[in-house]
T-cell receptor, first 112, second 112 residues
Framework: NAGVTQTPKFQVLKTGQSMTLQCAQDMNHNSMYWYRQDPGMGLRLIYY???????DKGEVPNGYNVSRLNKREFSLRLESAAPSQTSVYFCASSVGGVRELFFGEGSRLTVL | QKEVEQDPGPLSVPEGAIVSLNCTYS??????FMWYRQYSRKGPELLMY????GNKEDGRFTAQVDKSSKYISLFIRDSQPSDSATYLCAMSALGGSEKLVFGKGMKLTVNP
């Protein structure tokens, strides 16, 4: 049982390059989330999708876009990467409401 | 004042010690309180979940919520080296998981 799968696990970008982080869950969850985790800042919500077909901004959405491709998949796109986007990115899913979040193992992104 | 405050530590204890981890919060509307555990280079996983006030026990772990003091605690009895991880508190008012506010996390090391 894979749970939440993120790809890639590591990525190095140059300033201005674009990339997409992929996330897929196999638990038939309704809600999916993208967080970033930085030292001293904790987990901060970037975007979320409460259900298939909907997406909403979280706490730190600037510089990112998302797509809820279907119920299983939720991607995060950096259109023009900046050094401030160097972080560890976590995708998570939940049944919905205030429920347990299931996290992926993270994607470590460095922007030079 | 931040909504959720958590001492980031680090905290180092000998095996078998009782560990107390704490968070304070400012939003009196918070009703759902969680503790997540995050091993190094992994995603967070839910450890304990409490609704409203009171205590909840699960094996060696006890979660306490004191809403009058806006203070939550996680106690670990007979701590083990396998408990070495970062512990994040999270809380939410009545609403969806997108409203979760995380503490910054406390890094715990249990020495054999």
């Amino acid at each position: 049982n894979a749970g939440v799968t993120q790809t890639p696990k590591f990525q190095v970008l140059k300033t201005g390059q674009s990339m997409t982080l992929q996330c897929a869950q196999d638990m038939n969850h309704n809600s999916m989330y993208w967080y970033r985790q930085d030292p001293g800042m904790g987990l901060r919500l970037i975007y979320y999708s409460a259900s298939e077909g909907t997406t909403d901004k979280g706490e730190v959405p600037n510089g990112y876009n998302v797509s809820r491709l279907n119920k299983r998949e939720f991607s995060l796109r950096l259109e023009s990467a900046a050094p401030s986007q160097t972080s560890v990115y976590f995708c998570a899913s939940s049944v919905g409401g205030v429920r347990e979040l299931f996290f992926g193992e993270g994607s470590r992104l460095t922007v030079l | 004042q931040k909504e959720v405050e958590q001492d980031p530590g680090p905290l180092s204890v000998p095996e078998g010690a009782i560990v107390s981890l704490n968070c304070t919060y400012s939003n009196s509307a918070f009703q759902y309180f969680m503790w997540y555990r995050q091993y190094s280079r992994k995603g967070p996983e839910l450890l304990m979940y409490t609704y409203s006030s009171g205590n909840k026990e699960d094996g060696r772990f006890t979660a306490q919520v004191d809403k009058s003091s806006k203070y939550i605690s996680l106690f670990i009895r007979d701590s083990q080296p396998s408990d070495s991880a970062t512990y994040l508190c999270a809380m939410s008012a009545l609403g969806g998981s997108e409203k979760l506010v995380f503490g910054k996390g406390m890094k715990l090391t249990v020495n054999p």
